[in-house]
């Protein structure tokens, strides 16, 4: 039922009491007759190849299966929540389209996060501006980047940037 009367601006209450889990829905399948709690791998058996990445000039070839796709974005979200990453929290990501990017992503998403990424290419201003928008608790940066024709290389420049809330810094070598 639409509020006709409702501010534009206003958010809808969507689905009220039901929860969704993006990277639950994509790492599991549901088993037909179990409860919906139980997760399942139908179609998505651990030794089964969940995707196959191909950098750029098809300089690699990766495949990955469901069980290594399972256990190390399980791997990431855990170290992110023992860093105090919780639901709603925003995380940066500085890299390429990848297998190691999605990782992250569906990390983020299993602990309700907000996800955001920012291409290499984009240079430091740009991830700058982006990043300093969704002020990250974490970021994950992807400091030596090639692509065919160059090879962009961030290290130096992202290790000393300081997101505006003092929750998110990221100022010397250590932390990066």
């Known amino acids: 039922?639409?509020?006709e009367s409702a501010r534009i601006d206003s958010v809808p209450r969507?689905?009220?009491?039901?929860?969704?889990?993006?990277?639950?829905n994509v790492l599991y399948s549901r088993t037909p007759g179990a409860p919906t709690w139980k997760h399942g791998t139908n179609g998505k058996e651990d030794a089964k190849i969940a995707l196959t990445e191909i950098r750029e000039g098809y300089t690699e070839v990766r495949?990955?299966?469901w069980g290594q796709l399972?256990?190390?974005v399980g791997i990431l979200a855990s170290a992110m929540k023992a860093r105090g990453v919780v639901k709603g929290d925003r995380v940066v990501v500085?890299?390429?389209?990848?297998v190691d990017t999605l990782k992250v992503f569906l990390?983020?998403?299993?602990?309700g996060g907000l996800f955001s990424s920012s291409s290499t290419d984009m240079g430091v201003q740009g991830v700058l501006?982006?990043?300093m928008q969704v002020t990250p608790k974490v970021c994950f940066p992807d400091f030596d980047h090639s692509t065919l024709?160059?090879?962009v290389h961030l290290h130096g420049r992202l290790c000393n940037l300081q997101w505006k809330e003092s929750r998110s810094t990221a100022k010397d070598d250590t932390n990066c």
């Open 63 to 65: 495949d990955v299966t």
């Open 1 to 3: 039922m639409v509020d």
């Open 14 to 24: 969507w689905f009220e009491g039901v929860y969704v889990n993006f990277a639950e």
């Open 94 to 98: 500085v890299a390429s389209n990848s």
């Open 70 to 72: 399972r256990k190390e």
């Open 149 to 151: 024709t160059r090879a």
């Open 107 to 111: 990390a983020v998403t299993w602990l």
């Open 129 to 131: 501006q982006r990043a």
